[in-house]
């Protein structure tokens, strides 16, 4: 991968740099998605969260104004010098998270953002751009959350979804394409296990421009009826309340 030097030391900051980089460069996915944060402008900070605290207060950039209240995680995490903008917008992302430009603005925005879990987390640019709009998204799924550019742009658009019971044993993964999910409460607890539930099973995929309009796709697959993949291809459920409460029990 040819990177600039600050994506660099995303991998020089890891516990294991070349399993890190391995990971990366066996995943086509992964690949293309450190390609295009290459070429990013803005800096791009790597460390703790009291190392890239400092490095956001020294570069005078809007990241992490807060301090602690603002940023928060365990281990490494690397995020753009424009991203994590609000208050608790970053608190307790899970380790190795990246968040590029214009990414997880808005107060509790990435809150808790696939919390407890050991997959990647990647925020696209200007992804996750409202008052808790990936709000505990992925919580304790234990799989990949890809949240591509210009997703969840409203308040509560991505809230919830995917969430998994504490120590179910999940493996599922979350993937969101690119302008999608960008209404208020657009996929809101999509996918994600009730109250007392048990579901553990079943990825989330939300293609580019998809679910785009008020609570187009809110509810769709939540509760236990459903522990398969959930799909939205592109460009579908763009009216409002378009795709709420589908593939839950006997809707749609």
């Not at 020294?58 to 991203?83: M, Q, R, V």
């Amino acid at each position: 991968i040819t990177a600039k030097e600050d994506l660099q030391n995303f991998f020089a900051c890891q516990d294991d740099p070349q399993q890190a980089f391995d990971d990366v460069q066996n995943d086509p996915g992964l690949l293309s998605l450190f390609i295009a944060a290459s070429a990013t402008a803005p800096a791009i900070f790597s460390g703790t969260a009291a190392d890239v605290i400092a490095q956001c207060r020294a570069a005078n950039a809007a990241c992490c104004a807060g301090g602690y209240d603002d940023c928060f995680w365990e281990g490494i995490s690397s995020i753009a010098a424009t991203a994590c903008s609000g208050d608790r917008s970053c608190v307790d992302l899970p380790e190795s998270s990246i968040v590029m430009d214009g990414g997880c603005v808005g107060d509790d925005s990435c809150r808790y953002l696939n919390y407890a879990s050991d997959g990647l987390t990647f925020v696209g640019i200007d992804a996750c751009t409202g008052i808790g709009s990936c709000n505990s998204t992925g919580t304790f799924s234990d799989g990949d959350v890809q949240i591509l550019s210009g997703s969840c742009t409203a308040p509560d658009a991505c809230k919830y979804i995917g969430n998994r019971p504490e120590n179910g044993g999940s493996t599922s993964a979350i993937f969101i394409g690119t302008n999608a999910c960008t209404a208020g409460s657009a996929c809101y607890l999509v996918h994600s296990y009730a109250d007392g539930g048990s579901k553990t099973t079943g990825d989330v995929i939300i293609g580019n421009n998809a679910c785009t309009d008020t609570e187009s796709c809110n509810q769709a697959g939540y509760g236990d009826d459903l522990v398969v993949d959930l799909e939205f291809q592109a460009g579908i459920c763009t009216a409002p309340d378009a795709c709420e409460y589908c593939a839950q029990g006997d809707y749609c």
